[in-house]
């Protein structure tokens, strides 16, 4: 086993809405104790670094610092990317590929050259096919370059979940694989509510029935969510930053821990060459090794689905 750091890095890399609030909640959390800015924007990621170091006095201790020049990335344990066009109303995360790409093109070998042995995690969407893209260009091994992939989403599932079964999020254990985005499934298959099977939950008394009438809701429930708070707000950024910060103090602790990140797939239930979410054991060493999990053929068959559908864009992209 890896031993945890005595001292840890985090570089943030983009000081917007997913930034600044995962550069919030790693604090608030403790997760490193140096957090590092970096935006184009010098006067905002500027701005930035000062509001969060005015609540120094609250959160565990921790240097913040920001810059416009990716020196202030030097040396990071771990790099979170989460620069890129943002999604629009109505736009899918499938349509801001380009502009993403590009920038990944434009912005991963510099901070290779400051970052030389950091774990990358790709945040910036659509994030299967960016995850994919920045493995390529950066030429470093696949498990150190992952996406935040369907951490999140299965998040979403698992509260939902709760709520409709009336029972504490943490005694529900359900993952959302595939895409992150409009193809993703849910493994119903494999899910657990207090240990005991989801497809053989009996309802509380008082409760709604889980059958695949609610299941189907729950499931389509979790794909538009995110277009909702888009929507109403403009930007998903809370969830997101705490989902993160999560998968970032898995990396920093060496956790073990399983997360649905989106990894390389190669011959994973006879998919291959593309990059998806299913359960993964996250640690310092990246996303290493995936888990198998159980699928039923329904299931399969939409994970493949949702491959066909990442990889054929990605290859419009050249990759």
Same mark, same amino acid.
């Given at each position: 086993m890896t031993e945890t750091r005595s001292t840890t890095k985090l570089a943030v890399v983009g000081a917007g809405a997913v930034g600044a609030t995962l550069a919030y909640a790693s604090l608030a959390r403790g997760t490193a104790r140096n957090v590092a800015l970096l935006d184009v924007n010098k006067a905002k990621v500027e701005a930035e670094v000062l509001d969060l170091r005015h609540g120094g006095m609250f959160v565990p201790q921790a240097e913040v610092h920001g810059s416009d020049d990716v020196e202030v990335c030097r040396g990071a344990d771990v790099v979170v990317v989460t620069a890129g066009a943002?999604?629009?109303?109505?736009?899918? =995360?499938?349509? !801001? &590929? +380009?502009?993403?790409?590009?920038? *990944?093109?434009?912005?991963?070998?510099?901070?290779?050259?400051?970052?030389?042995?950091?774990?990358?995690?790709?945040?910036?969407?659509?994030?299967?096919?960016?995850?994919?893209?920045?493995?390529?260009?950066?030429?470093?091994?696949?498990?150190?370059?992952?996406?935040?992939?369907?951490?999140?989403?299965?998040?979403?599932? =698992?509260?939902? !979940? &709760? +709520?409709?079964?009336?029972?504490? *999020?943490?005694?529900?254990?359900?993952?959302?694989?595939?895409?992150?985005?409009?193809?993703?499934?849910?493994?119903?298959?494999?899910?657990?509510?207090?240990?005991?099977?989801?497809?053989?939950?009996?309802?509380?008394?008082?409760?709604?029935?889980?059958?695949d009438v609610a299941r189907e809701t729950i499931a389509r429930d979790v794909v538009e969510s995110a277009y909702r708070v888009i929507a109403g707000k403009g930007a998903t950024n809370y969830a997101v930053g705490l989902a993160v910060t999560r998968i970032v103090e898995a990396v920093l602790n060496d956790e073990h821990r399983v997360m649905p990140v989106s990894t390389r797939l190669e011959g994973f239930r006879g998919i291959s060459d593309v990059c998806l979410s299913v359960p993964t054991l996250v640690d310092a060493r990246g996303a290493t090794t995936t888990v198998a999990t159980p699928l039923s053929d329904v299931e399969l068959a939409g994970l493949r689905a949702s491959a066909d559908h990442v990889r054929a864009v990605q290859r419009r992209f050249g990759f």
């Amino acid at each position: 086993m890896t031993e945890t750091r005595s001292t840890t890095k985090l570089a943030v890399v983009g000081a917007g809405a997913v930034g600044a609030t995962l550069a919030y909640a790693s604090l608030a959390r403790g997760t490193a104790r140096n957090v590092a800015l970096l935006d184009v924007n010098k006067a905002k990621v500027e701005a930035e670094v000062l509001d969060l170091r005015h609540g120094g006095m609250f959160v565990p201790q921790a240097e913040v610092h920001g810059s416009d020049d990716v020196e202030v990335c030097r040396g990071a344990d771990v790099v979170v990317v989460t620069a890129g066009a943002k999604q629009k109303p109505g736009q899918s =995360r499938l349509d !801001l &590929a +380009e502009a993403t790409i590009g920038l *990944t093109r434009a912005i991963l070998p510099g901070l290779v050259e400051v970052a030389p042995d950091a774990i990358y995690i790709m945040v910036t969407n659509p994030v299967d096919v960016v995850t994919y893209a920045a493995q390529q260009i950066s030429g470093l091994p696949h498990e150190r370059v992952f996406g935040s992939g369907t951490v999140l989403d299965s998040s979403r599932l =698992r509260a939902a !979940l &709760a +709520e409709h079964c009336g029972v504490a *999020t943490g005694n529900v254990h359900a993952y959302i694989a595939g895409e992150h985005g409009d193809s993703e499934i849910a493994l119903w298959d494999s899910a657990r509510i207090a240990g005991v099977p989801l497809l053989e939950w009996t309802a509380l008394p008082g409760r709604p029935p889980l059958d695949d009438v609610a299941r189907e809701t729950i499931a389509r429930d979790v794909v538009e969510s995110a277009y909702r708070v888009i929507a109403g707000k403009g930007a998903t950024n809370y969830a997101v930053g705490l989902a993160v910060t999560r998968i970032v103090e898995a990396v920093l602790n060496d956790e073990h821990r399983v997360m649905p990140v989106s990894t390389r797939l190669e011959g994973f239930r006879g998919i291959s060459d593309v990059c998806l979410s299913v359960p993964t054991l996250v640690d310092a060493r990246g996303a290493t090794t995936t888990v198998a999990t159980p699928l039923s053929d329904v299931e399969l068959a939409g994970l493949r689905a949702s491959a066909d559908h990442v990889r054929a864009v990605q290859r419009r992209f050249g990759f």
